[in-house]
């Protein structure tokens, strides 16, 4: 009975067999993340032996909380308080001891005391509120990474008018630029960014001796505001995407516009390869073809050979419009500007530029190559019967 | 016992330190966490532990509040004070402060509960009563065989940038722990300010708090580095397949994933915007053995290899159809298996080589080519113009600064230079940037514009120690990392380090690593090293070594360049190269730091 064993083989099985169908992970059902375990076990070994008891011990006993400071009872610090003792009320950090207090001050009913609780404030800086202002502020001047560390807690807690003060009172000039970015960091409405910005200009930058390029930056930065709640475009975040937004705008509805959009350009000083890729990206997602034509390409009615009016390399030129996916007809009209015919023949092979390839071939008189070209091309296609024609006219010398 | 044992073992010490704190309340709890810190904590302990210490739920941090009912609350995040100020609101929403239950709300913070966090605390009534602060620090985790990394995500901004060494304790006592493991090696070298900073933390650490027991020591020397002294490494556009799907797809904790793909067509800018793939798979050569294979290639060889792999599962699975039947059942117990496993890892490099190429394809050439000269100190005004270009077309903040930053640290900018490019990249990318010039400053990558007062002064305002030298060629020519000629270094079967960037340049800390393990004498590595920073020595009648290991501990994130770069040199002089970073980068993320 070999063939009953063989089926009792198939239909029986002592493990889980393979699951043909696609196996995938159960993932654990929480609330929202995927938590995995790690996955190799039999690389790990147990923890004693990898580390001994007592080091172990060590490393666990850095295990820290914040440690609670352990402090004196509220009634005896009011009482030194009143009899004009010496106290600390620093050590008073736990909120309900801090409510004890005030309420220990209030039924003292001695104003000077509420005064002094009520207004602890507690400073990285222990100094600051044991020192007067301007001791304070000299002894910082001296260290500077001790006014590095202040100025960065102020960063932190979003404390700008004590930066402000500060960076005034320790003649740090330099950093009055960073103080202009920091205001205007959390503002999202441009119009209340702008008025902001304006007044800190005017507060600030006369008694500066801000050089000429950082006064330049920040009066652009505000002009550039200033332009945008103008015109109510206030979704753009630099100069150079206001200008593709800007271009998009005017496009749609006259396509053939360049004069506000130069406008624009001159007023940002945007210098012309910026300008001239943006405006080409604009126009090729919009696909407005005849215009990225006018744009350009500048007839020559002398040589009746016309040349691509840019500044840009024609080669980042293609491979910045290919992107788009254009019509190839419309990238071969560009291709043909690209100086060096064995850098342009590849780029139009690798953009599938059919007819600009077969002309090539012909130009060159290369029979061997067109044949071989022939095999990439679909059968019916009009590059295809350009092909045909011109290996089967008799009129052509072939090289090869 | 075996090294890389030790490594993978590590998260137990981890566990135990987080048991300790979750221990603290011993009844039901909940786990919330910040999302950044899932992918970690999954390589440190995973649910099923986690679950095993009375954890019900996991959530993600979010804006809703879910429902705690009676457990005790358990916050994990990252020591940033937005975070911690969402955390409080959300705490605060769930409780009477003048009536607060004990012991429920606890705030675990990695790797430290900074000061701030307790003002906050205190200032709202909070502290002691109603949320504990913790902090925790899991040990260095083994993301791939001799890569550590502690899955830190601000070191490098926080000690170069912002100058804030609260970081650095942790840096320090994380070598002190990992010696409890590993031993305390006899050669110890650091180089950099923050470096001998961790040395001197280091060795205090050990006198107050108690050394090791080991009396070996698995690595011969460990040397300890600041990013800062070499830049280079980590700007230049690398070649190797792991270091551009870092590029590409940003990893953390040695994971590749890309959850969605990007609908929109084109950029706010009106350019196309080319997609990367879906893809989800482990950075880790001990699991994926296609990866394993190619991780270290230089990329051109990659999908050559890649191919040939799929043609040759091709084959296997063309050959299956035409087995017998007991072969065919041979075939199912044994290799179907591996096959599918094998079929998925190849499925997804190619994926994730196809990525590679969309987005970084057209500008490959061109950037390595101007890359080299800047490596040969030629052709300025050439890079000058393709940084212009790049500004432009590529619309990308982090690549254009970080070409940026490549050429004002090798070949200088003069000031108008800086601020003509300034000016442009502002434009480009808005106003709001313009903080990040400070931030350049800052980092030592330019000098400080002098104000225009007219008086001449010529020295840079940061103060360099003496014996420096900021001339990156001369250093550069001491330790030999610019190969004369980088065409003729083989990629296919490299020999020489620098084939990483493509035969441009090498890795200072492969140069370091090189010269110990070639037992040059401390005195020429002093002196060749001397240049570019502060450096400190400790050496106990370590060298030449003895144990024919090193320990590489970059301060402020390390690449996968430089990690291939020292697997070569493993294979060319038969040592072993660990390397421990706060975390793996790139140079995108170092520019997105500024």
Redesign the interface.
Known sequence: MAGKSEDDFWNTSSSSGFNFDDDEEMTEAFTESVFNSPAEESNVVPIFSIISKNCLDLVLDDIKSVNEYVSPPVEEVIKKMFNGQKYSLEVYKRFDEKLLLLDSALDAMDGNIILKVSNNEFVILFLKSTLKYNIFIHQLSKRKLAAKYYSNYLIVTNKLQELTDFYMATGNIGNMKQLFYLIGRDITCKETRRSRLEQFIKEHLPANKLDHDDKKELFENVHLLHWQTIRKQTEANSVIEQLAVWCKREWETKPNSVAPLMDFKERFKIDDFTFEWTAMNVMASMQLWPQLYAMFIKPNWLTKKDSLKTVMNPEVFVYGLSRHKPPKDVLEVYLHYITDSDRSLNLALKLNCHKFVIQYYINQRDRLALISYKEKLSAQTEEYFLVEHALQSPDKKWKN | ?DL???L??????SK??LS??LC?NPNRKHLI?E?RL?RP????C????LKSFGVD????L?ATT?NFATNAVFYMIYSE?KTFKRVIDQIRSQVD??NPTKNKFHVIVVPR?I??F??EL????????VI?????QWMPVHLDVGVLSLELPDVFGSLYI???ATNLPTLS?ILW?LC??VGKSKFILALGQYSVAILQQYEQLCDD??E???IDCDFGAVIVIDRNVDYTSALLTPGTYSALLNEVYTCRAGICENKEEITET?D?????VTSKRVVSF?L?S??DSVYADIKNRYFTEVTSVLSHLTKQLKSETVSSKEMALDEIKHY?QTK??ATKTRKKFITNHLLAAESIINILG?RYENQKHVEMNIMKDTDKTGSLSFL??L???ENNEYVTLRLFCLLAITQKLSESEV?NFW??Y???????K??GF?NLVKAGIIT??V???GTLNLQNKIKLPKFTSSDFYVNTKNLKQVPADPDKVNLKYPTCASYVYGGAYIPLITQVAGMILNSIPVEDIRSKLEPLGALSVRNDKGYPLQTRSVLIYVVGGVTYAEIAACNLLETLTGARICILSDQVVTGNDLSGKK
């Open positions: 016992m890389m044992k030790k993978s073992s590590l998260q137990e010490i135990a330190q300790k704190i603290i966490l999302p899932i904590l999954e390589r440190v995973g649910v099923q532990w739920k996991i959530f993600k979010e879910p004070i402060i003048e509960a000061c701030i307790e003002e205190e200032q709202l009534g909070l502290l002691y009563t504990n602060l913790h902090s925790f912002h100058q804030n006592k722990q409890f493991v708090r108690g090791t027991d080991k084109l706010e800018k009106c350019n196309p482990s880790d001990v699991q199912v179907l298996q057209h212009d270009e500004l432009v077309t601020k000016h442009k502002l434009q480009q990318f808005g106003f709001e313009g903080f400070f400080e514009p104000q225009g007062s």
